[in-house]
């Protein structure tokens, strides 16, 4: 699977959108783009995955560049709850295995 | 909630003991994988199980083994343990259609402290 990079931590304004960047330019054709964060002491929880188009689901949205290169994880209106590490995760059809990196520690600021 | 239940949610054994970690799948669901979270880093891949057999592993040692049972639950096994196994151990179950296996759903994890 390719691998992704991502800043370490970002801090949000509670209410504002938060987007989230990730690095994957190694993607190959077949591979998606999967987003799961992780609360604090809890498992982590699927959010939202994609290929090559843009998806929005109730929790986000994912927007993957033409070159599919990067994509960008957009919580629309930041809550508290929402401070967690979120894991971008590139994943290849029929491949079970998820390999998760380091992830982005978002923090939303009141 | 994700229907995916673990237990026990914390244990404490010492080196050298062994230890079995247990894992209900979420109803329907056909397929479970294994993850170890050392502190402060994301999870790792152990393996996962397909109609009760071994369907990839990640790179642990032997002495990490499993099973799924018919009802598609599932144990962790791990053999010696060591200091460095002290970490979160996470399962998740996904059911796996034609080709693919689906998004994974993951239950708290049990925390396991090695002394």
């Known amino acids: 699977d390719a691998k992704t990079t991502q800043p370490p931590s970002m801090d949000c304004a509670e209410g504002r959108a938060a987007n989230l960047p990730c690095n994957h330019s190694t993607i190959s054709g077949n591979e998606y783009v999967y987003w799961y964060r992780q609360i604090h002491s809890q498992g982590p929880q699927y959010i939202i995955h994609?290929?090559?188009n843009n998806e929005t689901n109730e929790m986000a949205s994912l927007i993957i560049t033409e070159d599919r290169k990067s994509s960008t994880l957009i919580l629309p209106h930041a809550t508290l709850r929402d401070t967690a590490v979120y894991y971008c995760i590139v994943r290849s059809f029929g491949n079970e295995k998820l390999t998760f990196g380091t992830g982005t520690r978002l923090t939303i600021i009141p | 909630e994700t229907g995916v239940t673990q237990s026990p949610t914390h244990l404490i054994k010492t080196r050298g003991q062994q230890v079995t970690l247990r894992c209900s799948s979420q109803s329907g669901h056909n397929t479970v994988s294994w993850y170890q979270q050392a502190l402060g880093q994301g999870p790792q891949f152990i393996f996962q199980?397909?109609?009760?057999?071994?369907?990839g592993r990640g790179n642990f040692p032997p002495r990490f083994s499993g099973l799924q049972f018919p009802n598609y639950s599932s144990e962790l096994n791990v053999n010696a343990l060591e200091l460095d196994d002290s970490a979160l151990y996470l399962c998740?179950?996904?059911?796996?259609?034609?080709?693919?296996?689906?998004?994974?759903?993951f239950g708290e994890g049990s925390r396991l402290t090695v002394l």
């Open positions: 994609g290929l090559k």
């Open positions: 998740a179950s996904s059911f796996r259609a034609i080709g693919d296996t689906g998004e994974l759903f």
């Open positions: 199980y397909y109609r009760e057999e071994e369907n």
